[in-house]
């Protein structure tokens, strides 16, 4: 729209601050000062003396997760009735209705939330007939940076979620408040139409702030995933036709069959859209390799982030998980999105892309994350959020990021028309993430012998790869497998269900059976513990192995004992000592004769 477009009648708007953000703002009396549903009216300040009806609109199952992320607001308060409605007309609002059913909310057609009145409605996407529906209207982003343009729909090369077309349906009002991260993002908005800018403020971002305060939760988190001290490889994928997954889906499945799984972690995080579009059973069935290796697939509410600050490094296309990832950890970046239409030249995302190392073949990552300098990732989430948050440095004058839900709290019951709880308003910290589905149960190991050390690198076992033998986990890994490995190992630590008729095996009876069992077999072990295992080389005597894990800077870092057994299934019989180097990492196994009580032990 032209830069001289008129105001809105009946709005008075401040001047622009310095920062870009409007300095004051008087919203229309008849929002403030109108009768509510029953009757009652505000008092003379404009503050109602009783409650307030809140109706949250969501276009798609993106847009209802950023709404549930803004709920610590209303927390608390009696005075506001909470309900939700899904705007009709998106491609990806399968699974929104469905996410609103998960926390117990109540939910009407979207018939009847045209019908009613409501005192505020909170959105998080401008598009859909959302002019049909009557009260004061907030809106949010449900992304970060305004990165993307998508050609064919709206006003061309506008940023969706700052275009007019879609702020101003057939010429009607603005929002009352559109409620952005970051003052750039304002002075974006005005060059576009200074009537929807006069209706625009600077909260920050309320994800990126409940991201903010679950760091401390990071250890949690990855003990969760069973990460451990393994480096967490996070991929990040956009939905659309320039997504990671649609251009490269065998990416997730190279890098697996790529890295040491003592060493790595993979993990994988899909924009919601996408998991709408595709559906959880067909998105689960194209990841299958990826997943068996012991992918984690995060799940698109809370789970995403939480799986983000687990991460030790992030590899993304163009959608906005990046700059909160950025933004809280600065961890490496690599950019694995070779241009298109979508991106936003000069956006926050697209200085992000601009200095990451960029990610052509699977091999080439371990180069990749060495080249990415610390703080490119901050430096450009800097412009896509109020402050450079982790850091705790912030803009002259500028308030902390720690307190957008503060300030969005302030906003929104401005327009209510109610006093804001006396209560503080604070994020709710993400939740624990779900554990891998799938782990390897076989693994094609590749040992290399350097003196006294043995080398170990473990890769799942249905990758067609070199390797020095195969290790199964008996009674997990499938008959096909077992019969082939050298190395058959099983666990202690699995639940068992107590029967009233059982058999159980002592650790000497076990290892017999199995090597009497399986002659491909030449070694037979039993991991009791982080620790401690007992194992027998074909032809050899029953031997306990003793496991003295490294320490690193005040921890005790594990790997898997099973990782142990192929070293020492790699090297002579008789040795009483094996240096294991796995995952970068020396590990000092003792071997000694097991002893009676060992050997006896019930599995």
Known sequence: MPPNEPE?????SGDFMSDGAPEARMEPLEWTLRATGDGRRATGDGRRATGGSVLFAAR????????LDLLPVFAGDARVSRVFTLVPGSDFGVDALAAVERVGARSVPWDEACRDTYDLIVTASPKGELHLLRGPRVLLPHGAGFGKTF???????????????????HGGPPPALHALAHPGQIDRLAALSPRAAARAAVVGDPTLERILASLPLRESFRAALGTGARRLIVLASTWGGES?????????????????????QLGLIVHPNEWSRTGEFELSERLAPALDAGMVLARPYEDWASVLVAADALITDHGSTALYYAAALDGPVLAAYDGGDELIPGTPMAELLAYAPHLGRAEELEEALESY????????????????????????????????????????????????????????????PAPPSRTPSAFAVRVRLDGDETHVERFPGHVDAPAHH?????????????????????RTDRATTAAAYSVEWSVEGWISHVLDSYPGCRTAGVVLSPVHCVARVRGGSLASVRIEPPRENGRIVHSDPAAVLSAVHARPAGVSRVTCVIGGRRYEAHLSPATAEEAGRIL
């Open 8 to 12: 809105e009648p009946g709005l008075i």
């Open 60 to 67: 798609s199952a993106t847009a209802l997760y950023r709404l």
């Open 151 to 169: 050609h064919g729909e709206g006003s061309a090369d506008a940023a969706s979620g700052l275009d007019p077309e879609y702020l101003m349906p």
């Open 244 to 264: 990671l997954l649609r251009r490269r889906p065998d990416l997730p499945f190279e890098l697996t069959a790529r890295l040491p799984q003592d060493a790595y």
């Open 373 to 432: 300098r610390a703080g490119t990732g901050r430096a450009a989430a800097a412009s896509a959020f109020l402050c450079p948050a982790a850091t705790g440095a912030t803009a002259a004058g500028a308030p902390d990021q720690g307190s957008a839900l503060e300030r969005l709290r302030l906003e929104l019951y401005r327009l209510i028309g109610l006093s804001p709880p006396v209560a503080p308003v604070t994020a709710r910290l993400l939740p624990i």
């Open 470 to 490: 195969l290790a199964a986990e008996y009674g997990v890994a499938g008959e096909r497998q077992s019969q082939s490995a050298a190395l058959l190992y099983r």
